[in-house]
């Protein structure tokens, strides 16, 4: 699956950026409070906006404090998958649980430097795993191989059994970087630049998609 990230979409014209990656599977909403993460980018009120502009399922990556609070709304909204950091809340099952109850899958994010062992236990709670593969906060970083350790150990036990969940990686995705992706097991790539920077949009995300399937 290919989730282009409207991060490096123009925020001006969302509903014509995202009518130009129509064959993608999810469009990636980077929602960023200027807390969490030191950079401020857009919430609830454009995300139902887009979500009437659009029928691609919407991925909101929400890079924000106090996910307990904020991130059911976005279920309620109408976002197809609601993803929130593990470092920004305590309780990480019950923001889960309310995502769910509001009809959303639910989506679990860990920043490069965040171990895995912590959250193995509760990943069943969730229908996303979302290893970030930059520090959260801006487009157009470079890659952290490092990262597809944490990808590799959570498709062995999705392919185990022992797990039902997608792994998606966000950061630094392009077609040199895809295949080592794909390779550890990642299910899903948002990929923001490498999407939006491109001169089609639309063939960029259908290159992405073929360099991952190799
Ligand atoms: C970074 C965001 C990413 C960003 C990726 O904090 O979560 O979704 O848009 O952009 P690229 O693909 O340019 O690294
Ligand atoms: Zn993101």
């Known amino acids: 699956m290919i989730a282009p990230s409207i991060l490096s979409a123009d925020f001006a014209h969302l509903a014509d950026e995202a009518d130009a990656v129509k064959g993608a599977d999810w469009l ?7 807390h969490f993460v030191p950079n401020l980018t857009l919430g609830l009120p454009i995300v139902e906006s887009l ?12 890079m924000i404090e106090n996910p307990d609070r904020w991130a059911p709304p ?12 593990a470092e920004a809340t305590d309780n990480p099952v019950a923001v889960a649980r309310d995502i769910r109850a509001a009809g959303a899958k639910a989506g679990l994010s860990i920043k490069p ?8 236990e509760i990943l069943r709670e969730f229908d996303t795993l979302l290893v970030m593969s930059v520090e959260p906060g801006f487009g157009g970083q470079k890659f952290m191989p490092q990262v597809l350790d944490k990808a590799r150990r959570v498709r062995n036990l999705v392919d185990s ?3 039902t969940l997608l792994v998606e990686i966000d950061g630094g995705i392009n077609m040199d970087t895809v295949e080592a992706a794909a390779e550890a097991g990642v299910d899903c790539f948002v990929a923001g ?16 998609r073929s360099r991952a399937r190799h």
């Open 113 to 120: 430097n965040t171990p895995l062992d912590p959250y193995l």
């Open 161 to 163: 059994g022992e797990l």
């Open 74 to 85: 976005y279920a309620e909204a109408g976002a197809y998958n609601v993803t929130f950091h």
């Open 193 to 208: 630049s490498a999407v939006y920077g491109a001169d089609d949009p639309s063939a960029a995300v259908e290159k992405l």
């Open 51 to 62: 979500l009437k502009a659009t029928t691609i399922p919407l991925d909101c990556h929400l």
């Open 28 to 34: 990636h909403v980077d929602v960023m409070d200027a």
